[in-house]
């Protein structure tokens, strides 16, 4: 009689089935237990349930800042077949946390098969202190939020199956969801400093920005690296400055442009110390661009709403439409609030539009140097469908400047 199929949650012995004890639960708010076995960090962390359903770049995902306070489920079954290295981080500090609560897996991590990989996977979760849980059925963990929204949560790892459930049922209880969290404050830059890395190549690795044309200043809500990469690529050099720093702080640095950065929580609240700097800043008739938080906060700024969204939109799969050009493409997105199109005043146009449901990922104001999209432009992971934004952009300062704009669209081989 051939052997039965043996598995993490099962294991079959002489004497017949035996079930080993689960090392790590999921707990969600309506009770829901899931149980499976324990990766990475050992401890508990409370925080908002996601679903992110990219196919590939879970290093890039679990090391952006935009994830801050999450709980991440990843759909695809197969994460940690790569393995890590330090090319693949998104958070700009090295040592730096992201803010990612845990991570959700179908199978157990496999041995990294890939010539770029440094580190497995588990021993990096251990380091940067995120717990992990493996042996989860996903697909009805998605079918559940997809249903009822992002619940919040626990993940706990605990090598012994022994839980300290009074502290997970309390830890559950005092987090108080994404709604009216600033968590910007948590992940932005604590004091300024200048960016010229510019875009990974094959076999060559990162590269510097030798003679810049143009300066921006970023402000750092939670900024990504390959977003300063982009950057940097269109011939600008970078100055970070922290989230809270004043528009007299900003322009006292002689930016040609400012940039407004992705970021973690709830925009409204950000948007108390943020809003007033970037109307400010707006006045000087400077370009300006936002990315994500930097989106929401600008809409905000231009006297929109923004919303809790349902399940919100994480992967690098989303279908978006660009309505200046009428061109449609695939975008990577993280986000769980967004701006309401109908909320936008006279003079501020909806210029891109998600496929997927109808929610506004992009505006700009009308015949001024300003706009904005929800999505993720520099991808990491995900397609560079939306890498013309950054010329987009450039080109604003460009034509300030008198100097000849760029082609947005280059085609595939061309020199960008």
Same mark, same amino acid.
């Given at each position: 009689?051939?052997?039965?199929?043996?598995?993490?949650?099962?294991?079959?012995?002489?004497?017949?089935?035996?079930?080993?004890?689960?090392?790590?639960?999921?707990?969600?708010?309506?009770?829901?237990?899931?149980?499976?076995?324990?990766?990475?960090?050992?401890?508990?962390?409370?925080?908002?349930?996601?679903?992110?359903?990219?196919?590939?770049?879970?290093?890039?995902?679990?090391?952006?800042?935009?994830?801050?306070?999450?709980?991440?489920?990843?759909?695809?079954?197969?994460?940690?077949?790569?393995?890590?290295?330090?090319?693949?981080?998104?958070?700009?500090?090295?040592?730096?946390?992201? *803010?990612?609560?845990?991570?959700?897996?179908?199978?157990?991590?496999?041995?990294?098969?890939?010539?770029?990989?440094?580190?497995?996977?588990?021993?990096?979760?251990?380091?940067?202190?995120?717990?992990?849980?493996?042996?989860?059925?996903?697909?009805?963990?998605?079918?559940?939020?997809?249903?009822?929204?992002?619940?919040?949560?626990?993940?706990?790892?605990?090598?012994? *199956?022994?839980?300290?459930?009074?502290?997970?049922?309390?830890?559950?209880?005092?987090?108080?969801?994404?709604?009216?969290?600033?968590?910007?404050?948590?992940?932005?830059?604590?004091?300024? @400093?200048?960016?010229?890395?510019?875009?990974?190549?094959?076999?060559?690795?990162?590269?510097?920005?030798?003679?810049?044309?143009?300066?921006?200043?970023?402000?750092?809500?939670?900024?990504?690296?390959?977003?300063?990469?982009?950057?940097?690529?269109?011939?600008?050099?970078?100055?970070?400055?922290?989230?809270?720093?004043?528009?007299?702080?900003?322009?006292?640095?002689?930016?040609?442009?400012?940039?407004?950065?992705?970021?973690?929580?709830?925009?409204?609240?950000?948007?108390? @110390?943020?809003?007033?700097?970037?109307?400010?800043?707006?006045?000087?008739? /400077?370009?300006?661009?936002?990315?994500?938080?930097?989106?929401?906060?600008?809409?905000?700024?231009?006297?929109?709403?923004?919303? /809790?969204?349902?399940?919100?939109?994480?992967?690098?799969?989303?279908?978006?439409?660009?309505?200046?050009?009428?061109?449609?493409?695939?975008?990577?997105?993280?986000?769980?609030?967004?701006?309401?199109?109908?909320?936008?005043?006279?003079?501020?146009?909806?210029?891109?539009?998600?496929?997927?449901?109808?929610?506004?990922?992009?505006?700009?104001?009308?015949?001024?140097?300003?706009?904005?999209?929800?999505?993720?432009?520099?991808?990491?992971?995900?397609?560079?469908?939306?890498?013309?934004?950054?010329?987009?952009?450039?080109?604003?300062?460009?034509?300030?400047?008198?100097?000849?704009?760029?082609?947005?669209?280059?085609?595939?081989?061309?020199?960008?």
């Amino acid at each position: 009689m051939p052997r039965a199929p043996i598995n993490r949650a099962w294991r079959s012995k002489v004497t017949g089935w035996q079930q080993t004890p689960a090392t790590a639960v999921l707990i969600l708010a309506d009770g829901t237990r899931l149980e499976g076995f324990g990766l990475g960090a050992v401890g508990h962390a409370a925080g908002e349930v996601c679903f992110n359903t990219a196919m590939t770049g879970y290093q890039e995902v679990l090391t952006d800042p935009s994830y801050a306070g999450q709980i991440i489920t990843f759909t695809f079954p197969h994460i940690g077949n790569v393995g890590t290295n330090d090319e693949d981080i998104e958070t700009v500090n090295m040592a730096a946390l992201s *803010g990612v609560r845990g991570v959700v897996l179908k199978a157990d991590i496999t041995n990294p098969s890939n010539y770029r990989a440094a580190e497995k996977l588990d021993a990096w979760l251990k380091k940067r202190n995120i717990i992990g849980i493996a042996g989860i059925d996903t697909r009805a963990l998605t079918a559940l939020i997809r249903e009822k929204g992002m619940p919040n949560g626990v993940i706990a790892h605990e090598p012994t *199956g022994q839980f300290d459930e009074g502290s997970i049922a309390a830890e559950l209880k005092a987090f108080p969801g994404l709604e009216g969290l600033d968590l910007a404050k948590e992940v932005t830059t604590a004091q300024t @400093y200048h960016w010229d890395q510019t875009g990974w190549q094959w076999n060559v690795g990162y590269g510097t920005l030798e003679n810049p044309e143009f300066h921006v200043v970023a402000i750092d809500y939670g900024a990504k690296r390959n977003i300063l990469r982009c950057l940097a690529d269109q011939g600008a050099k970078v100055t970070v400055v922290p989230a809270t720093a004043s528009a007299a702080d900003i322009l006292a640095h002689n930016p040609d442009a400012v940039f407004l950065s992705n970021g973690p929580g709830d925009p409204a609240e950000t948007g108390k @110390y943020a809003v007033p700097t970037i109307q400010k800043l707006m006045e000087t008739g /400077k370009p300006m661009f936002g990315i994500c938080l930097g989106h929401q906060l600008m809409g905000l700024a231009l006297g929109g709403k923004t919303s /809790k969204m349902h399940q919100g939109h994480h992967g690098a799969n989303h279908p978006v439409k660009d309505l200046t050009t009428g061109k449609v493409e695939i975008t990577s997105m993280n986000h769980g609030f967004a701006v309401d199109a109908d909320s936008l005043p006279a003079g501020v146009t909806q210029t891109h539009v998600s496929l997927f449901d109808g929610s506004n990922a992009g505006l700009a104001v009308d015949g001024k140097p300003i706009f904005s999209v929800q999505y993720h432009p520099e991808a990491s992971p995900g397609p560079k469908d939306s890498h013309y934004l950054f010329t987009r952009f450039l080109n604003q300062v460009r034509k300030q400047k008198g100097l000849p704009e760029k082609p947005e669209y280059v085609a595939a081989g061309d020199a960008a």
